[in-house]
Every structure is written in structure tokens, then in C-alpha cells.
């Protein structure tokens, strides 16, 4: 009858220096190999990286129902969104991802200077991406393209509807009845006046949520790179060890992963006119 | 149990740790090593704590509710005050309770001891996990200081978006508690994947960690469209933004199938980890191999897998078309299979077995017994005209209270019963715990068949008050409430007990041939004092050595067979 | 099946409609199934745990296979729960499609209280319906989500803002029943100067009464199964809108809410668009149109309740196909009941 559990075989880790052999020093010392901790990284990454795919999943599922139901409206609304702003983000972010791929290829060549300096490309795109999205965003309120409660309420240049000056639109989320009952007439990006009807607030609704919350994951990405800049700066990495950069570039493809599909949908599906 | 003096394999981070051979509660002194421990087992412990204490409050909430509805009328409080109440009856004991229970507490103890691992895969971000527990319970109490919310803990749309309660804070509480429980999923997931022990194959793998391996699974793909879910409808609460609010020209029915997306699967990670644990209990408890072992674990999947596609089911009467209906009715009744293989073979695990009726084992048969009642009657509500005149009644509350007390809950107790000495090193006291057992079981049947009467005599739920007709059986439940609550108390009190009067426990008190109990009682800081290979089965008691499976009840008395 | 006329029994009330029967006999073929399966499984587990309890010289066997033995409790349930499935299937499709000649009554559900309202416009706050006639009762609501229960009947539908659901049902015997709002709705206990006095009333009809604290549960109402002669009076007794044509030395109209429509079909301007005979205006022709299937920009519709209100709130969500966008909205300028009052002259006009 054997024992259940039987003696490991002696490892050759006879030297407690730390730094070579079996126990190099960025072994944690729950895992018996650095293979097994890098393996258990990279796939705890990609299980995370399902997780971020299915909370998105269920916005993307909104977005589907709510064209199925209201294809007019995704029809018309897109005309208020700027493509070449939006074209701009996506190259700017295919970009980085790019510059994220050479990041992690120069880490694992153990290059350090070369890393640095395709970190920082990556994190100032971001920065970029954030730059133009705040144009854009600033552009829709001064339209009163703003979501739900707001719509109609051209939030900063002081709002006037039906020839009464409306209070702020915040002000009146606390006693307004009911959407927008009147029209709403804005100028769309290509100077023409165009007029919406009052449920085209979903649209809009769900364009800030999706790009909202995907603005959220650019910054937390920006977060993470810039942490691992860091270490990598401190020279924490080498040719062996470089898992935070892999890691870091993985997640951020996500975030450029999640903004081809946005773009295309939100800004470039609709009636050309 | 031959021991050689083979050191751990290890780097040097492993001294600022403590000793790994140390035992685990004395490895490290002083609250900062709590505070900062990477220990899977203290973290277990820790989210033990807390989710006792969540099961405490959320229980106080219950016994208030069933007070009011003792008597017709006002009883002890008012109509806004009870729909608080019921609302976080619910929400705590789903969101700070049962969904970390098993899985925050015995799995993160004991799924990398029995893997053979000398952690989870992620040490820091189980940390983490504990961490972001705590402060989405910080946001939660802020919530109920606030004034709570009195939706129901399903926060139904139109009513959650217009009521002036604080249901922003609340549902961002939830929010953050999702984050803590995908972390321990995707934990969990790794460490399975990439740190079982040599000779742990996928077929010797316990059913605890099967268990704990699907649960995992539908933490990962679940949690996250909750997050949705409550983000669209904060930003709805805030914004206006008018997905859910049919004036604006949303849909309320919307916010039906994005909430039952994730919890329908939801209650498969509240009831995977109960049927997991007693699957330990039955092996052990019966002397035998688990009947079916392979059964039993792809069960567990299917449930994962199967649980994900039966959501509609909770909206029979809301408003989907009939075509889709009957898809949810079908795939229903699908995923009532697994179930049931699962109590068939428990039941097939005790025949020609050596049965020791400790109180774990009483917890593990009142489990199949409860669990059985939970599981048919949702056949009822699974048959679609029969669940027309039974939905959002009583019968429901009794159908899931059956399924998730007497489910997962008793299963829980069961756990901690059994788990207790391999935890703590002490022994607590089984007459105690037996009386206490037979209180809970009594009180609960109590409490809950005389709701599944009154369900289907057309009592509806979460009413504050109720016609005369159901006078008799709301007072048979309160009833029942307050015998739970005594065999409930008496628990906490056997376990608490023994930390500070509890004979010291032998390594393996009730000669379980389980991985876990072959490493000492309780167990060194890096779980093995030499890196185990596994050459037999958790479950193979016919080839389990004599002194694997030896007591140590020789030289100590032995409670465990009834003897003072 | 025939229509039987049971008392309550232990679990379920009285059987009051034509759909009782079936749901009652498919809720006990459950219910002793259960019976049998639990006391099957528990009682041989508590058996084995007696018979094969610890004891000197009683040692356990080894577990062993048994393949024949899995399959047969994994394949033989799915035959079972195959044939519950296709009963509940079947009573819920029987209970989804109303007869052609169901009397409609309206449903108003609104925090916390139903209103009903008649063929004839007459409005009660209970509902009354003749006996072995089919009843559908179309819902909606002006708040938050709540739902149709009356027990005795077996009929349950929720009531959904924004959109019109509908059930229906053929009562069976002269009676009365319980409705119940079964969605929770929220309450009200708090009033300007605190808390609510609340005493519910040992009255069957009326036993929440009013001016106290209320809510989801006291959303109360009754549901009357009369003799059609009994249910004529009560028609008449609420019938005030009769009164218009009564005063006038005229008969009361049979459809007086299409009646209503009519006037309105002026009074709010559709007539500038919309012709009743046959031809086409800027907007499609109201005749005939009732229940057609009508090509849209956005595919198929059929004219239903639904259509018509969304038309009349929205009217560029869908458009009849070779006609433009042109119609404007009339939300904020016309109330619900008038909405229900031009569907009923649409439907008129076949």
C-alpha cells in the first residue's frame, strides 16, 4: 500500500543564493519553476481579459437590441459624430498597439532603453486618444447631444428652448417630467441642420456609455503601462523575466481590440449622405 | 506519515514570510501579519469572519421580516421600513453571504492543499480580493446609513430608477463585491490549471476542487454583465440616459434579462460549492469512494454551462414572446439533470458503506434531503402553466430558500463541522453540535413548507401585509424562525467554543482518506513539509495505508463516535 | 377536458376557469412525482444509513461501477421532464392566444390601485366579467412594473409601462376571487406629518382601506364572475359616458369607446391625414387596417394596440411603407384613454 504522499525528488537547489540556478529571484515562492509562474500569469491575463470581453459584451448587446428596434434613429444620429476625429483615435490606437508589440519584443530581447522608449510612445498615444476624445466630447454638449434626461439641453452655451431660457440640466433631471417632448434641431459635422426625433437620446445614450466606458479602460491602461515604465526604468526586467510588460501590452490590445469594434459600429454604420 | 527532511523548494522571499514548516497561525505573530498575509488559509479565515458576520446581519433582517409578518397589520414596524428590510434581507445575504461563503472561505483554505499546491496562483490578488470585499461592504453599510433601498434585491426597473432611496450607492457596492469575487474566480481557475502537485491528476482531483473549478468558472463569465447590469442602471438613476425607462424610450424588460444573465448563474455559484462540500462529506462519512466520481465532476460543469442558458426562465410572465419561452421551459428541465445525477449518486456512495453519523454527516444527509425538495419543486416552476399561477408568490421564496439554505447553507455547516479541527486544531463539542444541527433542521422545514402552501393557495411575495386566510401559515413560519435562529446560535456557539475549550484535534479525526487530511492538523505554512506526489485517489480507501487513515482517537478520547 | 367545478383543495384554490382544470391535474402529477422520487431517495439514503451505520466488524466495500446504472438515471428523467415540458408548453399556449370573441376589458395598473375600464367606457375600480364568456383583458401601466393574479382564475401577466400585455381567460361558475398585484410596486407609510396610521379591515371586498399607509400589497381589487344579466346591470350602472346620448333622446352606442374615437378623429386632427375610406391621404387610410400586416421602413408590423400608440407618440418609428415622415407627434397632447379610444375606432373601421 503506498503512501499518498511520497518525498519529492531532491531538485538541484542545493545554492540559496537566490540569483541563479532553480531559484532565481523573481521566483515567487509558491511556484516550483519560473515556466509554471509565467504560465500561470499569462493565463490568469487571459481569463481577465474574458471577464473585460463579456462586460462589454452586454453593452454591445444593448446596442444591438436598440438598433434592431430603432435602426432610424442609428441611422440619422451617426451624421453627429466625428468621423475623422474618430478615424484619428483608431489609428492613433492601432498605433500604440503596435508600439505595445515592440515594447514587449525589445523586453524579451532584454533591451531596456528600447523598451523605455516604445512604453512611452504607447502611454502618450493613449494620452492622445484622450486628447481627441475630450474635443469630442466638449462638441456634443455645446450641442445638448447630451444622454437621457439631458438631451436638448445645450449644457454650455446657456440653454434656450422655446424662446424660455432653460435652468442647467442637471436641475432639471430632479423635477423634468419626460424626455425631450420638443424636436431636437442641432447642426450635424457636416454643417447641415438636421432635425432628430425625441427617442434619438438612445443613441446617444449608448454611445457615451460604450465610449465612456471605454475611455475608463484607456486610462486604467495608461495606469498599468506607466507602472510597468517604471519598473522596467528601475531595471526590473530582463531577458528572463518580463512578464509585467507582456502582460501590460496583452491588456492594452484588449482596449484597442474593443475600440475597432466600437468605431466602425457607432460612427460608420448609417445612411451615407 | 514518513517525513523526510527534505526542505521546501523555495526562494528567498519565503523567510519573509515565515517558516513554511511552522504551523500557519503561529508562523507569524501580531495583527500587521494578518493585515498584510499573502497566506491562503489566513485569507480564508478572515473572509470566514466576515461572512459570518454578513449571515448574522442578514439573518437579524429575516427574523425582523418574519416578526412583522406575525400578526396582520402593523406588527413592529411600518411599510416602507419592512420593504428595507426584506430588500436587504436579500441583498446581503446573496451579495456579503452566500456568494463569497464557500468559495472565499473553505475553498481558499483548502483548494491549494488539496492540489498539493503551497498556494493559489495569485497570493496578492487574493489579498486583493479580501480587500475590495471589505470595501464593497463599506459601501453597502454607507448605503443603508443613507437609507437604503427598497426594491427588492432584484432592483426591478422602472421602480429602482425612480425611487428616492440609495440605490446608487448600493448597487456600486455590489459592483465593487463583483470585482472581488471574479478576482477569486480567475485565482482559483489558474491555480487549478497550473499548480496541481504531481500524480493530482484531472481524474484524482477532489470533487471539492471540481466544485470549486466550475464555480470559478461562472464567477469569470457571470459577474462581469452584472457589473453591467448595475453600472447602466446607476448611470440610468443618474444620467436619465432612458435604456430601462420606457418614457424615454427604453425597455424595462431589459433590465430583466441583463440582471437574471448573471444571476440565474449566479445561483449555480451559490449551490456548486454546497454540493461540492458534500461530496467530501459522503465519501468520507460513508468510507467509500465517491459512486460515479466522473459523473459527478462533469456534473458540475454541465451546471456551469448549462446554467447560463436558462435566465428566462425568471421572466415567464414579463412580457417575452412565446417562442422564447418555451426555449427557457426546455432548457430548464435540461439543466435539472445534472442535479439530479448528482443525488443519485451520493445516495448510490452510501450503500455497503461504513456510515459514522457525526454531525457533518447529519448536515451532508439533510442536505440531500433539503436540496431533493429545493430541486423538484422546481419542476413546478419550470412547467410553464403551472409556473403562471405560482410565479412571484410564496412558493417561489420557499422553492429557493430550499435550494439556497437548505442547499448551500446547511452544506456550509457541514463544512465547518467537518473542517473545523483541520482549521483550527481543536475539536469541538459533537453533542452540541448534533443538538444544535436538529434544531436547524427543524426550524427550517418549519419555516419553509408552510410557504410553499401558501404560494400555491395565492399568496404573493414581498407584501408587507396579507388577508386573513394566510394568517395561520405566516405564524407557523415566524415560528420556525425563531427555532432556526437557536440551532443557528447553538452552531456558532459549538465552533467558537472549541477555539478556546476544544480538545486538541488529531491530524485526522474522522479517518478521512482525503489529501487534506494526510498533511498535519492544522497545517504548516506552505501546506506540506516536503512536496507531495499523489500516488492514489482522495477517495480510495482500500488503498489508503492504516495509518493514513488512523484517527489518533486511541490515545484521545474519541467524541467523534458519541463517547464523553 | 370538461370544465369541473372543485372546492379548494389543501394546495390550490377553487377552479374558476376553463384552464384551472389542466393546471390543477399537471400540479398534482408534479407533486406526486415528487412525492414518490423523495420519499425514493430519502428514504433509501436513511435506510443505508442505518443499515450500514459504523459498528465493530461492519467494514465498507469498495465503491464499485455500475455504467449501465448511470445511464439509465441520466437518460430515464429526460423522458419525464420531456413530457412535463410539453404539458406546461401546451396549457401556457392555450392560455396565450385569446379567442376571436373575447369581450376586452382595459387594465390601468397604477401605484396602488387597478382600474378597470368597459366596453361600454364605463371605469370601475373591480373587475366584473360574465360567465362561459372569454374575457381579455389588455393592461397597461402609467408607473412602474405590476402584475394581474387572481388565483382562482390561474391567471398571472405582468403590466409593463410602455407597452400593452395582455391575458385572457372563460370563467366557469358564478363566483368571486382576489386580485392581487404580484410585481412588487414599492409603498407608501410616511406622510407629511410621519409615519401612516395602517389597520387593515376584516372585509373581504375592501380590506385595505383607504387614507392609511399602502403599497404593492394592498394593490387589492376583486374579480366578479356574474351571470350575463347581472353582468349587463353592472354595466349599466357605470356607464356614464352613456348618459351623452341618453339625454339626447339617442340610443347608447354598443362600441361607445369607438364612438369616442370618432369625435376625436376630428377633434385632434387626424382627418387632415388620415382618411376611413379606403383612400390614401398624406397618411394611410384607417380602414381596414386593423390587424393587417403592414410593410414598414423597418420591416413587418401588424396594427395592433401597440402600433397605433407608438404611431401616435412616435410617429416615425415605423413607417408604412411609400408614405413619408411627416406625421408629428402628439405626446404631451393626448391622454391615455383617448389613445384606447381612437384604437377603438381604428379597430371599427373594417
Redesign the interface.
Known amino acids: 500500500?503506498?503512501?499518498?504522499?511520497?518525498?519529492?525528488q531532491?531538485?538541484s537547489?542545493d545554492d540559496?543564493d537566490?540569483h541563479s540556478g532553480?531559484?532565481?529571484?523573481f521566483?515567487?515562492?509558491?511556484?516550483?519553476t519560473p515556466a509554471?509562474q509565467f504560465?500561470?500569469?499569462k493565463?490568469?491575463m487571459w481569463?481577465?481579459i474574458?471577464?473585460?470581453i463579456?462586460?462589454?459584451?452586454?453593452?454591445f448587446?444593448?446596442y444591438a437590441?436598440?438598433r434592431g428596434?430603432?435602426?432610424?434613429i442609428f441611422d440619422q444620429a451617426h451624421h453627429f459624430l466625428n468621423k475623422k476625429m474618430g478615424a484619428s483615435n483608431t489609428v492613433v490606437l492601432l498605433f500604440s498597439s503596435l508600439t505595445a508589440a515592440l515594447a514587449v519584443r525589445s523586453a524579451q530581447r532584454g533591451k531596456r532603453n528600447e523598451t523605455t522608449a516604445y512604453l512611452i510612445v504607447t502611454i502618450v498615444c493613449a494620452f492622445a486618444f484622450l486628447v481627441i476624445k475630450y474635443f469630442e466630447y466638449t462638441h456634443k454638449f455645446h450641442l445638448g447631444l447630451?444622454?437621457?434626461?439631458?438631451f436638448g439641453h445645450p449644457w454650455f452655451s446657456g440653454a434656450i428652448q422655446n424662446g424660455q431660457e432653460v435652468g442647467s440640466c442637471l436641475r432639471i433631471?430632479a423635477d423634468?417630467?419626460?424626455?425631450s417632448?420638443e424636436w431636437v434641431r442641432a447642426i450635424d459635422e457636416s454643417g447641415n441642420l438636421q432635425v432628430l426625433?425625441?427617442?434619438a437620446?438612445?443613441f446617444f445614450?449608448?454611445y457615451?456609455?460604450m465610449t465612456g466606458?471605454h475611455a475608463v479602460h484607456v486610462i486604467i491602461g495608461m495606469s498599468i503601462l506607466t507602472w510597468v515604465l517604471i519598473k522596467n526604468i528601475k531595471g526590473q526586467f530582463s531577458k528572463e523575466y518580463f512578464t509585467h510588460v507582456d502582460l501590460g501590452a496583452l491588456y492594452w490590445h484588449l482596449v484597442d481590440l474593443v475600440w475597432i469594434y466600437l468605431f466602425p459600429l457607432l460612427y460608420l454604420v448609417g445612411k451615407p449622405e | 506519515?514518513?517525513a523526510?527532511d527534505?526542505p521546501i523548494?523555495?526562494?528567498?522571499?519565503?523567510d519573509a514570510?515565515g517558516d513554511?514548516h511552522a504551523m500557519y497561525l503561529k508562523a507569524k505573530k501580531g495583527w500587521a501579519s494578518w493585515v498584510w498575509t499573502l497566506d491562503h488559509k489566513r485569507i480564508g479565515l478572515m473572509y470566514l469572519t466576515m461572512v459570518s458576520l454578513a449571515f448574522l446581519v442578514g439573518g437579524v433582517f429575516a427574523l425582523l421580516v418574519r416578526l412583522e409578518l406575525f400578526t396582520r397589520g402593523r406588527t413592529i414596524m411600518d411599510a416602507e421600513t419592512y420593504n428595507r428590510f426584506f430588500t436587504l434581507h436579500g441583498s446581503v445575504m446573496v451579495f456579503l453571504f452566500i456568494i463569497p461563503s464557500v468559495p472565499a472561505a473553505l475553498g481558499n483554505f483548502f483548494l491549494p492543499i488539496m492540489i498539493g499546491?503551497?498556494?493559489?496562483?495569485?497570493?496578492r490578488?487574493n489579498m486583493l480580493s479580501f480587500y475590495i470585499y471589505l470595501l464593497g461592504l463599506t459601501i453597502i453599510l454607507t448605503s443603508l446609513v443613507m437609507g437604503a433601498v427598497d426594491t427588492g434585491w432584484t432592483f426591478y426597473t422602472p421602480y429602482s430608477v425612480q425611487t428616492a432611496n440609495s440605490v446608487i450607492s448600493m448597487t456600486m457596492g455590489v459592483f465593487v463585491l463583483g470585482f472581488s469575487s471574479?478576482l477569486t474566480?480567475?485565482?482559483f481557475?489558474?491555480?487549478v490549471?497550473?499548480?496541481r502537485a504531481?500524480g493530482c491528476t484531472w481524474n484524482r482531483m477532489p470533487l471539492f476542487v471540481w466544485g470549486m473549478y466550475a464555480t470559478a468558472l461562472i464567477q469569470?463569465?457571470?459577474?462581469?454583465?452584472l457589473?453591467?447590469?448595475l453600472?447602466?442602471l446607476a448611470?440610468?438613476r443618474f444620467?436619465?440616459?432612458?435604456?430601462f425607462d420606457p418614457?424615454?424610450?427604453?425597455?424595462p424588460v431589459?433590465f430583466q434579462h441583463?440582471f437574471w444573465?448573471y444571476s440565474h448563474p449566479a445561483v449555480y455559484i451559490m449551490i456548486v460549492p454546497g454540493m461540492a462540500i458534500t461530496s467530501e462529506l459522503i465519501a468520507t462519512f460513508s468510507r467509500r469512494a465517491i459512486f460515479g466520481h466522473f459523473a459527478i465532476a462533469m456534473s458540475s460543469i454541465a451546471l456551469a454551462v448549462l446554467g447560463f442558458l436558462v435566465w428566462g426562465h425568471h421572466l415567464f410572465v414579463a412580457g417575452m414572446s412565446e417562442f422564447a419561452t418555451m426555449l427557457f421551459s426546455a432548457l430548464t428541465f435540461l439543466v435539472a439533470i445534472p442535479s439530479g445525477v448528482k443525488v443519485f449518486n451520493w445516495t448510490a456512495t452510501m450503500y455497503k458503506g461504513s456510515i459514522l453519523w457525526a454531525s457533518p454527516m447529519l448536515y451532508a444527509m439533510a442536505f440531500i434531503f433539503l436540496f431533493t425538495i429545493g430541486g423538484l419543486t422546481g419542476l413546478f416552476l419550470g412547467t410553464l402553466s403551472v409556473d403562471v399561477h405560482l410565479t412571484d408568490t410564496y412558493f417561489v421564496v420557499a422553492h429557493f430558500h430550499y435550494v439556497m439554505m437548505g442547499g448551500t447553507v446547511i452544506a456550509f455547516l457541514g463544512g465547518l463541522l467537518y473542517w473545523w479541527p483541520k482549521m483550527t486544531g481543536k475539536m469541538h463539542d459533537e453533542r452540541k453540535a448534533k443538538i444544535g444541527f436538529w434544531f436547524v433542521f427543524v426550524g427550517f422545514n418549519t419555516v419553509f413548507i408552510p410557504q410553499f402552501i401558501m404560494g400555491s393557495r395565492g399568496m404573493p411575495r414581498r407584501y408587507y401585509d396579507y388577508l386573513p386566510q394566510f394568517q395561520p401559515f405566516h405564524q407557523a413560519s415566524t415560528i420556525g424562525s425563531w427555532i432556526l435562529a437557536i440551532g443557528l446560535f447553538t452552531t456558532a456557539y459549538t465552533l467558537l467554543e472549541a477555539l478556546w475549550r476544544g480538545k486538541k484535534a488529531p491530524r485526522n479525526p474522522w479517518g478521512s482518506?482525503g489529501?487534506e487530511w494526510?498533511?498535519d492538523t492544522p497545517p504548516p505554512l506552505?501546506n506540506?513539509h516536503?512536496?507531495?506526489?499523489?500516488?492514489?485517489g482522495?477517495y480510495d480507501y482500500h488503498?489508503?495505508?492504516p495509518e493514513?487513515l488512523s484517527t489518533g482517537w486511541d490515545e484521545v478520547e474519541a467524541p467523534a463516535q458519541g463517547k464523553k | 377536458m370538461n370544465e369541473p367545478n372543485e372546492p379548494p383543495t389543501f394546495q390550490l384554490p377553487e377552479q374558476m376557469s376553463t384552464v384551472a382544470g389542466d393546471i390543477d391535474w399537471l400540479y398534482y402529477f408534479i407533486y406526486w412525482l415528487s412525492v414518490v422520487l423523495f420519499v425514493a431517495i430519502v428514504g433509501t439514503m436513511i435506510y443505508w444509513a442505518i443499515k450500514y451505520r459504523e459498528r465493530k466488524g461492519h467494514k465498507a466495500e469498495p465503491t464499485g461501477h455500475n455504467l449501465p446504472l448511470e445511464v439509465a438515471w441520466t437518460v430515464a428523467p429526460i423522458f419525464i421532464l420531456a413530457f412535463l415540458f410539453h404539458k406546461g408548453f401546451q396549457g401556457y399556449m392555450d392560455m396565450a392566444i385569446a379567442p376571436a370573441n373575447a369581450i376586452e376589458i382595459h387594465v390601468n395598473a397604477k401605484q396602488w390601485a387597478w382600474e378597470f375600464v368597459y366596453p361600454n367606457g364605463g371605469s370601475s375600480a373591480e373587475l366584473h366579467v360574465p360567465v362561459h364568456r372569454p374575457v381579455k383583458l389588455v393592461m397597461g401601466s402609467t408607473d412602474v412594473l405590476h402584475s394581474f393574479y387572481v388565483p382562482a382564475l390561474r391567471v398571472k401577466r405582468d403590466v409593463v409601462p410602455g407597452m400593452y400585455s395582455s391575458v385572457w381567460f372563460e370563467a366557469t361558475h358564478v363566483g368571486h376571487d382576489d386580485i392581487f398585484c404580484a410585481e412588487y410596486c414599492g409603498g407608501r407609510s410616511t406622510g407629511p406629518s410621519g409615519e401612516l396610521p395602517y389597520e387593515p379591515s376584516d372585509d373581504p371586498r375592501n380590506p385595505y382601506p383607504p387614507g392609511q399607509a399602502t403599497g404593492h400589497w394592498a394593490m387589492h381589487s376583486m374579480s366578479f364572475v356574474e351571470t350575463p344579466e347581472d353582468y349587463e346591470k353592472f354595466l349599466k350602472s357605470i356607464g356614464d359616458k352613456c348618459d351623452q346620448y341618453l339625454t339626447q333622446g339617442k340610443p347608447c352606442p354598443a362600441d361607445i369607446a369607438a364612438e369616442q374615437g370618432l369625435r376625436l378623429y376630428g377633434a385632434k386632427g387626424c382627418l387632415a391625414c388620415h382618411t376611413t375610406t379606403g383612400a390614401p391621404g398624406i397618411g394611410p387610410t384607417w380602414k381596414g387596417i386593423w390587424a393587417k400586416k403592414e410593410s414598414t421602413?423597418?420591416g413587418q408590423v401588424t396594427v395592433d394596440e401597440n402600433y397605433v400608440r407608438e404611431s401616435i407618440l412616435?410617429p416615425?418609428?415605423k413607417i408604412v411603407t411609400g408614405f413619408g415622415p411627416v406625421m408629428p407627434?402628439f405626446?404631451?397632447q393626448i391622454s391615455d384613454a383617448e389613445i384606447g379610444e381612437l384604437t377603438a375606432y381604428i379597430r371599427s373601421l373594417k
Open positions: 500500500m503506498s503512501n499518498v504522499i511520497e518525498p519529492a531532491p531538485a537547489h540559496h537566490g532553480a531559484h532565481p529571484h521566483l515567487q515562492h509558491h511556484f516550483d509554471q504560465e500561470a500569469a493565463l490568469g481569463v481577465f474574458a471577464t473585460e463579456l462586460m462589454f459584451g452586454g453593452l448587446c444593448a437590441i436598440w428596434m430603432d435602426p432610424a447630451l444622454p437621457g434626461h439631458c433631471h423634468a417630467p419626460a424626455g417632448p426625433p425625441p427617442r437620446n438612445m445614450g449608448i457615451f456609455c466606458l | 506519515m514518513a523526510v527534505m523548494v523555495s526562494g528567498h522571499a519565503a514570510h513554511p499546491a503551497k498556494d493559489v496562483a495569485f497570493p490578488l471574479i474566480g480567475v485565482n481557475l489558474v491555480t490549471h497550473t499548480m504531481p469569470i463569465l457571470a459577474t462581469p454583465v457589473a453591467i447590469t453600472l447602466l448611470t440610468e444620467f436619465g440616459i432612458g435604456i418614457k424615454l424610450g427604453g425597455d431589459l441583463f444573465f482518506a489529501y494526510m498533511t506552505a506540506y516536503t512536496s507531495p506526489v499523489f500516488t492514489r482522495p488503498l489508503a495505508t493514513e | 421602413n423597418v412616435d416615425q418609428a407627434t405626446r404631451g
